[in-house]
């Protein structure tokens, strides 16, 4: 009796160990659920953990929409088997950031806070590719999109208020360190995982004599507002003399100005490359 007791407690204490590891930790459950749940195909765990706005982009640049990742039995490049990493970086109390990374392989999962709990807004996946030749404009390209204008209507103050401050870090050198954060993390397909803001140099100065190309436009963009202080984005954008790709961001407001918080550019491995034709 006594050992059906200890082993009855033993599993007791273990339950209500994990629901407190839970409770501390909402995002990280959810996710480990949502990634196994993608493993084994659980629709039921997927609907609840979804987003309605969810997006998904593959290793290949393909943008993928709630619907068609149910329908297409997409699984994670990067779920929670193996050897794994992962860094969460947490924005207000509405936006946690969470990076998966296993060799070459990157994942960006986007939780946000709903009504009705933690939900997956947004995943971009990259798998780090060499980068060939660079076809680098011969003249000047000056930033008119996205330092001047873009194409996106803001729906509110915030919205307003972190493009105006991303629009000014593609300005220049300097404002890039103004409004890019310590702890950002960039991953792009070509060139793979940058060293945080405080443990890298700043973009060079142009050398005198070279072609002044500004930053790479915006052809679309999508932003979602969480509370006072942190917008998430997604846009595609041609890179000059290079293939187009998806960018995901968070931009939070923090040390008395908004700041890029995260950045992923995932190329699309269909597109073409842009070149830009000199004086249009």
């Known amino acids: 009796m006594r050992k059906k007791l200890a082993i009855f407690t033993w599993v007791v204490g273990a339950l209500l160990s994990w629901e407190g590891r839970a409770a501390d930790d909402p995002v990280g459950s959810a996710d480990k659920a949502l990634m196994a749940a993608f493993e084994k195909g659980d629709k039921a765990v997927i609907n609840k953990l979804l987003d309605s706005d969810f997006t998904w982009i593959d290793h290949d640049g393909v943008m993928v929409f709630r619907p068609d990742a149910l329908a297409l039995g997409m699984k994670p490049l990067v779920g929670e088997n193996g050897d794994v990493e992962i860094v969460k970086h947490p924005y207000g109390d509405q936006v946690v950031w969470l990076q998966a990374h ?42 008119v999109n996205p330092c001047k204008q873009l194409p996106i209507r803001t729906v509110d103050q915030v919205q307003e208020a972190a493009m105006a401050n991303w629009q000014e870090q593609e300005s220049g050198r300097q404002f890039w360190m103004k409004h890019v954060a310590d702890d950002n993390q960039t991953v792009s397909t070509y060139g793979g995982q940058t060293l945080p803001k405080k443990d890298r140099p700043a973009p060079p100065e142009p050398k005198p004599g070279t072609p002044q190309v500004g930053a790479t436009p915006v052809l679309f963009a999508r932003l979602w507002t969480f509370g006072p202080e942190t917008v998430v984005m997604i846009s595609c954008q041609p890179s000059y003399g290079e293939k187009a790709y998806w960018a995901s961001r968070v931009f939070h407001y923090q040390h008395g100005t908004w700041q890029m918080a995260e950045s992923y550019h995932n190329t699309i491995a269909a597109s073409g490359i842009m070149t830009e034709v000199q004086g249009k």
Do not use: M, Q
């Open 102 to 143: 296993s060799g070459k392989n990157f994942a960006s999962r986007f939780w946000v806070k709903r009504p009705e709990g933690w939900r997956l807004l947004h995943t971009s996946e990259i798998a780090v590719l060499e980068r060939g030749e660079r076809i680098r404009p011969t003249y000047d390209i000056p930033c």
